[in-house]
């Protein structure tokens, strides 16, 4: 079953190769979707594929690479487009 979570992190994210890690662990996972800065200073990331899959990735972005200090991550359930990209680094919003 596929599914799709946006996830809002928090904490130290930014400057930490945060971005870099959830591309590696996405790709790792076979998941679909885009991980960008926020120009608040957190993290915004889309996944997009197997449940479990997005489960997993959720349950690393509460932790991250070993330099971030995550201080919340933030689920937003969303409707699956059909991603079929491979996931990837966004700019900046």
């Known amino acids: 079953m596929s599914i799709s979570v946006r996830a ?5 994210v930014q400057g930490v ?3 870099q890690s959830t591309l590696e662990k996405a790709q790792a996972l076979g998941l679909a ?7 608040n200073g957190d993290v915004e990331a889309l996944f997009e594929g197997d449940a479990i899959a997005v489960e997993e990735a959720l349950k690393w972005c509460e932790v991250g690479p070993p330099l ?26």
Not at 8 to 12: A, D, E, H, M, V
Not at 68 to 93: C, L, M
């Open 17 to 19: 190769w945060y971005r």
């Open 8 to 12: 809002i992190i928090s904490g130290k």
């Open 33 to 39: 979707g885009w991980v960008r800065n926020r120009s």
């Open 68 to 93: 971030a200090k995550v201080s919340k991550v933030e689920r937003y359930d969303e409707e699956p487009t059909g991603i079929k990209s491979p996931f990837e680094i966004r700019h900046t919003t």
